[in-house]
């Protein structure tokens, strides 16, 4: 069976200082990955996606950026965090195959 | 624009009611429609899913009615409980495409 991980669970981190968010997952290979942000109280709003190795896709212009290094892994980033950063990260994953969507359990950051 | 609009943004129902959710998408291309449903500090979990060969799927006490013409689909929660309460997410997507476009989601309280 799959397994998606995602850590930390929750981060505080002050205005300025640089990130790094990790997903992993196990049980498949070439899964198209996906980051998303949810403000509190808020809907689903897509970051990133990949679907291969080195490949990256920006929905959204800001200071964030991803990474996939290796097939199963997947990492957000960002060298300045800002107040705005703040919320719940979402890692989730898909079989180029299929139209199921599966996602991890979050990341909370708060930016201080 | 806005590819799928979710409504009500909340909703509270008794328990043993029937919950309804509504969502609309805009394109016709779409052909998986999930909904997912997020207790506080998860991930949403996929719930169940239709394409639009059928008019209706059902599972356990969850039901997602689909009507192709008016571009509309819904969750229907039956016999609702307090264990229920969560937010529900529709959303949209299309085969051998990368992208899911969310609805706003709707904040279900089922009152005990």
């Known amino acids: 069976s799959q397994t998606i991980h995602q850590w930390p669970a929750t981060l505080v981190q002050p205005v300025g200082s640089p990130l790094s968010l990790e997903c992993t997952v196990e049980?498949?290979?070439?899964?198209?990955l996906y980051w998303y942000r949810q403000a509190a109280g808020r809907g689903l709003q897509l970051l990133f996606y990949s679907v291969g190795i080195g490949q990256i896709s920006s929905e959204v212009p800001q200071n964030l950026s991803a990474s996939r290094p290796q097939d199963r892994q997947f990492i957000l980033s960002s060298k300045k965090l800002l107040l705005s950063d703040s919320g719940f990260y979402l890692c989730?994953?898909?079989?180029?195959?299929?139209?199921?969507?599966?996602f991890g359990p979050g990341t909370r950051l708060t930016v201080t | 624009q806005q590819q799928v609009k979710q409504s009500p943004q909340s909703l509270i129902v008794q328990k043993g009611g029937i919950s309804i959710i509504n969502c609309a998408y805009e394109n016709t291309a779409f052909d998986y429609f999930p909904w997912y449903q997020q207790f506080p500090g998860k991930g949403p979990a996929l719930l169940i899913a239709i394409r639009p060969d059928v008019s209706e799927k059902k599972e356990g006490r969850f039901t997602i009615s689909f009507n192709k013409s008016a571009k509309q689909f819904s969750l229907h929660i039956m016999d609702s409980q307090p264990g229920d309460s969560a937010t529900y997410f529709c959303?949209?997507?299309?085969?051998?495409?990368?992208?899911?476009?969310f609805g706003s989601g709707t904040k279900l309280n089922v009152k005990p």
């Open positions: 989730a994953w898909r079989r180029p195959s299929s139209y199921e969507q599966y």
């Open positions: 049980g498949t290979s070439n899964p198209n």
């Open positions: 959303a949209a997507s299309m085969h051998n495409f990368n992208k899911f476009y």
